[in-house]
């Protein structure tokens, strides 16, 4: 059971380039989130989605594009890769449940994303 | 503006030693928290959820939580090397409705000396 996953690890990438981050949940957890993490900034929520074809914005979305087809995948795309968008993300999951669940995240392994 | 502080550290606490790690939030109304732990280069790592008041042990972790000074703290009894990472504190507001949204802090570093 791999839980959930990202791939590529790494990408190295030129700036102008568009670049698709997959994230991929094997929980059957109905939300997902897509973070960015850099020095002095901590957890960026980029995105995230509560169900299947059912996406919204968090904090930090331009330049980025998000779908969701199937409920067990959540790819993050940059349109047109710019310097600014080099970081690490990190794709998370969460079950819908009821008021007195602590609605947990749990994180993918991320992605090292470098822009050139 | 909803936030979550920490002190960034590093905390620095000898082997054997309980380290006490500390998050105020700033919204009354947050009723989850959350405790990660995340080694360098690494993910995220759920340690402890509460929220209730009072204290919530598993293992050699302690959270607590004391809503009327809105703060979360976590207790790790007999420090490891092996515990020597950045502990992210993160709540969760009750009228974020369904989209389960966390509010992270930046993360204290906490470094056990042998």
């Known amino acids: 059971d791999a839980g959930i996953t990202q791939s590529p690890r790494y990408k190295i990438t030129e700036t102008g380039r568009q670049v698709t981050l997959m994230c991929h949940q094997t929980w059957s957890h109905s939300y997902m989130f897509w973070y960015r993490q850099d020095l002095g900034h901590g957890l960026r929520l980029i995105y995230y989605s509560a169900a299947a074809d059912i996406t919204d914005k968090g904090e930090v979305p331009d330049g980025y594009v998000v779908s969701r087809s199937k409920t067990e995948n959540f790819p993050l795309t940059l349109e047109s890769a710019t310097r600014s968008q080099t970081s690490v993300y990190f794709c998370?999951?969460?079950?819908?449940?009821?008021?007195?669940?602590?609605?947990?995240?749990?994180f993918g392994p991320g992605t090292r994303l470098t822009v050139l | 503006q909803k936030e979550v502080e920490q002190n960034s550290g590093p905390l620095s606490v000898p082997e054997g030693a309980i380290a006490s790690l500390n998050c105020t939030y700033s919204?009354?109304?947050?009723?989850?928290f959350f405790w990660y732990r995340q080694y360098s280069g690494k993910s995220p790592e759920l340690i402890m959820s509460?929220?209730s008041n009072g204290d919530k042990e598993d293992g050699r972790f302690t959270a607590q939580l004391n809503k009327a000074s809105q703060y979360v703290s976590l207790l790790i009894r007999d420090s490891q090397p092996s515990d020597s990472a950045t502990y992210l504190c993160a709540a969760r507001h009750p009228n974020a409705g369904n989209n389960r949204k966390l509010i992270w802090g930046l993360g204290t570093s906490l470094a056990v000396n042998p």
């Open positions: 509460i929220y």
């Open positions: 998370a999951s969460s079950e819908a449940s009821g008021a007195s669940s602590y609605n947990e995240q749990f």
């Open positions: 919204d009354r109304g947050s009723q989850s």
